[in-house]
């Protein structure tokens, strides 16, 4: 062999050696990175736990605070709000009536045709419309404008379809859901913003007055008959179709919680006692915390960089707004200390809320071989592309832990108002059938979710009382509910 070919099988023989050598490295590096992508899920799952003894003291802690809300104003992170509502529908009311349900991001408006107690709801129609998100921290009188807007389009697309008798205006219930201080069944102030809304100078204000100058103002003629809560509303729908229906629990962009008490059981009630002997509380129970909620640096700091720190922190751990922000937090730290999509953090990791609870929800629920859907979602949502199936496969894992913890702590606070209730135990050998109206985004299409829930609620009931205690879904139910209350607090029913 001549120096030529020598020197080039010297040279070809030292590549071969480092490429080698690079592969034995990068071998040793990327066992190392798995390794500290593995210590920091271990460590997030250990945090997140939720046995059932923590359970049931998350739900003692619940029924404590319940019990604190309702002797006095600010006595807990509870407001246990007074609704007003002392009567749901019974099932009699008839005629046209409307519902605005504005219920976070989204809002909906509804037209209700009820022929009484032998035909129910005859007809429904709605239409949804997406909140801007510069309206969600502009003005009030923004705000309303818009919503008022489309209702206006809304009426005018009826045409003569649905005439009122003369001198009648239209009836609306409005489904507010944010925290109102209600002083009457048709007006309440703004107490404070959530789910990403903050309007500073809508608070302190009565928000039906707030509707009812932007409904002049686009030119629509209606009566605002009934404020509510989503939960409220749903409470009212659930109990128009079921009797048994004593809880409602809302799942989707926020959470609530909305039940119906005895009237002499609210020390700080002090109108006259009605007739019914009971009163629809709104718990406003995204507001509840205790020391017994499992939190990670992960929510302190999702709730430091909040728009409202230090308030709603079981909301930020159970609903549908933050879980794909939770999720979005640790895979960025494993992104920063594991290298676990490469050797730098993809920029829109690094971008608050850019991973949504849908396509988190999406990705929990991949079944395929490889993962296929995680790895469409990873590179169309956060452009990272080439994921390895144990990237994804710890991508799957982080879903399960932040939808788990969710779901069952929701479970805990339903076990919490059952407490309060004294329907988690047989009273005198009997067992009141219970029936929880749930709704929400959330618990309608995060199938995993939401059976994680309802397998949790029957685990930390007694085993004979659990066959009593049922979940159902009432779709649209605040806003049909809203439409009910409208029917039943109607200007024109004497």
Known sequence: MGKVGVTAAVVGGAAVCAAVGLLVRNQIMSSG????????????????????????????????????????EGGSKLKMLISYVDNLPSGAEEGLYYALDLGGTNFRVMRVQLGGSES???????????????LMVGTSQELFDYIAAELAKFVAQEGDRFNLPPGRKREL????????????????????????????????KDVV?????????????MHVSALVNDTVGTLAGGRYTNKDVAV????????????????????????????????????????????????TEYDQALDAESLNPGEQIFEKVTSGMYLGEIVRRVLCRMAE????????????????????????????????????????????????SNTSLKARKIVVEVCNIVATRG????????????????????RDGETPRTVI????????????????????????????????????????????????LAASHSAYVT
């Open 248 to 295: 409602a629990v809302i799942m989707g962009t926020g959470t609530n919680a909305a039940y119906v008490e005895r009237s002499q059981a609210i020390p700080k009630w002090h109108g006259p006692q009605p007739d019914s002997g009971e009163m629809v509380v709104n718990m406003e129970w995204g507001n509840f915390r205790s020391s017994h909620l499992p939190l």
């Open 437 to 484: 109206a749930m709704d929400g985004g959330l618990y309608e299409h995060y199938t995993t979710y939401r059976q994680c829930l309802e397998t949790t609620l029957k685990d930390i009931l007694d085993g004979e009382v659990s066959k009593h205690v049922v979940c159902e879904h009432f779709n649209d139910g605040s806003g049909t509910g809203a439409a009910l």
């Open 120 to 134: 129910g709801v005859l007809d429904r129609d709605f239409t949804e419309a997406s909140i801007p998100e510069n």
């Open 173 to 204: 219930g409005f489904t507010f859901s944010f925290p109102v201080m209600q002083t009457s069944i048709a007006s309440g102030t703004l107490v404070r913003w959530t789910k990403g809304f903050s309007i500073d100078d809508a608070v302190g």
């Open 337 to 384: 200390e594991s290298l676990l999509f490469g050797d730098t953090v993809p920029p829109k990791l690094k971008i608050p809320f850019t991973l949504r609870t849908p396509d988190m929800s999406a990705m929990h629920h991949d079944t395929s071989y490889d993962l296929k859907v995680v790895g469409n979602k990873l590179k169309d949502i956060l452009e990272i």
């Open 33 to 72: 990175q798995c390794a500290r992508a593995d210590a920091i899920l271990k460590e997030f799952k250990d945090k997140c736990g939720t046995p059932c003894s923590k359970l049931q003291q998350v739900a003692d802690a619940m029924t404590v605070e319940m019990h604190a809300g309702l002797a006095s």
């Open 209 to 221: 007055a707030e509707l009812s100058r932007a409904m002049e103002r686009q030119g629509v003629e």
């Open 407 to 426: 779901a069952r702590l929701a479970a805990a606070g339903i076990l919490g108002i059952l407490k309060k209730l004294g329907r988690d135990a047989s």
